[in-house]
C-alpha cells in the first residue's frame, strides 16, 4: 500500500486534479446550459451538422499528416501550407469560371475542374516539397526534418503571399449549392453542408480501400512497417514514399476547395489553423492510423463546434465561441498527458526515427 | 556455372571495416553455406549482395551481369531474394498480403496464385492462418512465412539469413528440412548459419567467416573433418 503510493508523484497528483476539474467545469457547464433551455434541439442539431463538415475537412487534411507519419516517422508541418497553396490557386479557376457564368450553368464540369486544379497544384508543391526539402534529409536526426518543415512551411506561406497578394479573396457563390433543406423543423442541412461531408466522405472510402485492397496500397503499409524488407521484396521504396504524399496532398487539395466553398474566402495564412487543428486530430485518432485520422478529424470538429457552447455557456461566459481554440488544444495537451496514443495509435514518443 | 560471384567485397558501416575483401561464388543449383560466429560479417554480405548496402570496392555479379549499378528493389527483380536475420514479417499484414509482396515483382497473377499454393503445400500451417495478421504468429511460423515469401519472387538466388535462429529444436530440425527439400527442387541456395552443425550436413559446400573475412572454404565434408572448424564452430573439443 505505502509503496503503491509513493510510486504516484506529485506531479501525478497535480495532473489528475487539473484533469477532475475540467472535467468538473465540463460537466456542471454541460448541465447549466441544457437547463438553461436558451438552445432547442434545431440548435444543437446545427451545431452538430456544422461540427461534422468542419470535422470532414480536418479529417481530410489530418489524413495526410498520418499517412506521412505513418511512412516516414516525420511531422509534415508544412501540411497546412500544401491545403493553402491549391485552394488558393484554384479560387482564380473559380473566379473566373463563375465571372464567366460557366459555373452557374454547368455546376458539375466547373466544379470538378476547381478541385482539379487545387489537387493538382497541392500534389504539385507537396511532391517538390518531399524532392527538395526532405528527401536530402531522411537520414538526418529527426529535428532536422521538422526544422525544415516549419521553415517550408513560411516558405510557401509568403511565396504564395508573394504570387497573390496578402488580402482575403472571396470565393465566389456556387448557386446550385446555396440554400438547405429542413426536416420537420428540426433537422436543417446547408447544401454546402451536405457536398462537403458526402464529398470527405467518398474520399476517404476511396482511400481506405485502396490501402485495404490494391497492390499499392499493401506495398505502402509494407514501407511504413520495415522500408529495408521492404526493398528486398522489390519496392521500390522511394516511389512509394512519393506516392503516399501525392495522396496525402490530393486529399488536401480536396480539402482546400471544400474548406473555401463552406467559408467563401482564401488568404495566404488560411493553411495554419486548419493545418494544426488537423494535426491535432490526428494525433487526437493516433498518428499513424489511417482510421484514427477520420474518427480524431470528425471528433474534433464536433467538439469544436458543440463543445463551447455546450460547456461554458451555461457558466455565463460571455463569448464561449471565441473560446473554440483554447478548448480544442486543452483538449489536445489532455490528450496527450493521458492517452499520448491517441484514441487509435501507436506511441507518438515510442516512433523510431 | 557460377551464377552469383562476390569479388573481393569491401564493405563499411561508417569507419567500421566490416567485410574485408570476401571472395565467393555459388554455382546453379548449390546450396553453399556461409557459417560464421555473431559479429563476423554474415548479415552485412548478404546486405551488401542484396543492395541494401553498397561496397566500396569490389564486384558482385549474377549470371555474369554486375549488379553495382541496380537499387535494392532492383536486385529482386533480377532474381536475388533474401530472407533476412530475425523474420522480419510484416506483422500487419495478413500472411496471404505478406506472401503478395514477396510476388510484387511479379505481374503473373495465375502464376502468383501458384505460388501462393506452393507455398501453402510446403507449409500447411500457413494455409490455415492465411487471413491472420503476420505479427499473431509464433516464431516457427513467422519463419516459414519469411520464406515462403522470398519463395513467391521465384528466387534464382535465395538467399537465407540464419533461418533457425530463436526456435525451438524440433522447429529448426523441420526448417532445415525445408531447406533440403527446396534445394532438391532445384533453388540454388546461399545459407548463412551460427548453427553450423546443421549447416554443413545439408550444404554441398561452405565457407567460414571470420572478422570480415573468409578463412577458410572447402566443401561441406571436408569442413566438417577440419580440426579447426570442429573446434571453433562444431563445440568439439
Ligand atoms: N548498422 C551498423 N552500424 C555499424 N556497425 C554495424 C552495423 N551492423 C553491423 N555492424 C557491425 O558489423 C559487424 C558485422 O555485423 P553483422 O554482419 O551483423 O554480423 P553477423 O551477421 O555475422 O552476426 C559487427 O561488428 C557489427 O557490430
Ligand atoms: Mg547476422
Known sequence: MRRALERISLIDVFMWIVGGSIIGIVLVGSVATIRSGQYSIRHWSDFLIFGVAQGSVYALIALGYTLVYGILRMINFAHGEVFMSGAYTAFFVADALSKSGFLGQNPLLGLLAVFAVSMATSVTVAVILERVAYRPLRRAPRLVPLITAIGASFFLQYTFRGFYGSGFKSYPEVPVLQGSWVWGGIVSIQRIQVLVIVAAGLLMLALYTYVQRTRAGKAMRAVSEDKDVAALMGINVDAVIVQTFIIGAALAGAAGVLYALMFRQVHFFMGFFPGIKAFTAAVLGGIGNIPGAMLGGLFLGIFESVGPILFLDGLGVPAPYQLKDAIAFTMLVLILIFRPTGILGERLARAKA | MAILEVENVHTYYGNIHALKGISLTVNEGENVTLIGANGAGKSTLLKTISGLLHPKQGMIRLAGEDLAAYQAHEIVGKGVVQAPEGRRVFGRLTVSENLEMGAYTRVDRSGIADGIEHVFTLFPRLKERHNQVAGTLSGGEQQMLAIGRALMARPRVL?????????????????????????AAGTTILLVEQNARMALQ????????????????????????????????????
Open chain 2, 159 to 183: 538467399l537465407l539469413d540464419e533461418p533457425s535462429m530463436g526456435l525451438a529444436p524440433i522447429l529448426v530440425q523441420s526448417i532445415f528440412e525445408t531447406i533440403v527439400q527446396l534445394h
Open chain 2, 202 to 237: 545439408i550444404a554441398d559446400r561452405g565457407y567460414v567467416l571470420q572478422t570480415g573475412q573468409i578463412i577458410l572454404s572447402d566443401t561441406a565434408g571436408n569442413l566438417r573433418q577440419n580440426e579447426m572448424v570442429q573446434k571453433a564452430y562444431l563445440g568439439m573439443a
